[in-house]
């Protein structure tokens, strides 16, 4: 329960501190850190505007987004404090409950008919796809130095040690920002900021949706950035008292939003045709993580 209450609250001010750290970097003053979250609360008091050729499935598909992260969040551990729901194998819940919501965004776009938003729709499936293989080899990797297949027990077992298990840690959280990255769509395989369909992938899938939808899938996306941070946070978490640990959370939280505005000030997003390469390299990470734990376990040879 802690760890929801916590993305809930850290939600809030996500998307600001990154739009804050771009600013600074690239010596604007910028809006304020609550200024994305005040323009979601202006989309929540409007109405939606459905095309009349757009079936059920694009007026649900923003609600079925929404709470397929809530879902996602409630499996998430913090610190020894196991998540709201906890079993052997809730990770394959996580993945598939934002496969799932991820899924109905793409139908939605789809049922709109533009064939812009069905080019998006299509970049989106393929990236996401590639990422999951590295997605499961990691947890496999959890699970084989663990023992164990919950997310709780995961971070509960985790004991960094070594120079191997270290560099495995930093392997690790390289790999969820990477991810949140390409959840999100954003640099370097995707610039929200891009106003040209050619080269658009989330943004051009969403171009139909306004009002609360439009609302509530921009607040998704602060509840997913969240999410991945709390999933790095647990790696610091070392059998300290919750008042400790919520300190890390909010530290973690925030040192990881500042990355995501430098990376998004300091990259440019990578060619089209580039992508799959770059998101299939996230595998071969995977695999030198899955390596290393064999060292570890002198299960090499």
């Given amino acids: 329960m802690i760890c929801f209450v916590m993305i809930l609250f850290v939600s809030l001010i996500f998307s600001g501190i990154i739009i804050r750290t771009k600013s600074i970097v690239s010596g604007r ?12 609360f202006r989309l929540w ?5 459905y095309s009349k050729t757009s079936s059920i499935i694009f007026q649900i598909a ?5 709470a397929s992260v809530l879902s ?34 793409i139908i939605s776009s789809l049922d709109t008919g533009s064939s812009f938003s069905g080019m998006g729709a299509s970049r989106e499936a393929l ?22 297949t919950s997310f709780s027990d995961f971070f509960a077992s985790l004991h960094f040690g070594s120079y191997i298990s270290y560099a495995i840690g930093a392997l690790a959280a390289y790999l969820l920002v990477m991810f949140a990255m390409i959840e999100n769509s954003r640099m370097p395989v995707d610039d929200p900021k891009t106003h040209l369909e050619l080269t658009m992938i989330h943004e051009v899938m969403i171009l139909d949706n306004s009002g609360f939808d439009l609302g509530l899938i921009f607040y998704t996306g602060n509840l997913k950035f969240a999410m991945y941070g709390a999933l790095i946070a647990n790696f610091f978490f070392g059998g300290l008292s919750v008042y400790v640990d919520i300190i890390i959370f909010i530290a973690v939280q925030l040192f990881f939003a500042v990355i995501i505005g430098l990376i998004e000030s300091f990259m440019a997003r990578f060619r089209m045709n580039h992508n799959p390469q770059f998101i299939f390299t996230l595998s ?5 993580i899955f390596i290393g734990i064999l060292l570890i376990k002198n299960n090499l040879i």
Avoid: N, R, W
């Avoid at 003053?29 to 979601?40: E, R, V």
């Fill in 62 to 66: 923003p609600s079925i987004y929404f």
């Fill in 127 to 148: 990236y996401s796809m590639l990422a999951e293989p590295a997605f499961f080899i990691l947890i496999g990797c959890f699970a084989l130095m663990t023992g164990h």
């Fill in 284 to 288: 071969s990470v995977a695999l030198l």
């Fill in 45 to 49: 008091k409007k109405g939606a505007v």
């Fill in 72 to 105: 996602a969040i409630l499996v998430i551990p913090f610190g020894s404090h196991k998540g709201i729901i906890s079993f052997d194998g809730d990770f394959l819940f996580f993945a598939y409950v934002l496969a799932l919501g991820k899924f109905f965004m």
């Fill in 29 to 40: 003053k910028g809006p304020g850190i609550f200024q994305p979250m005040k323009d979601i």
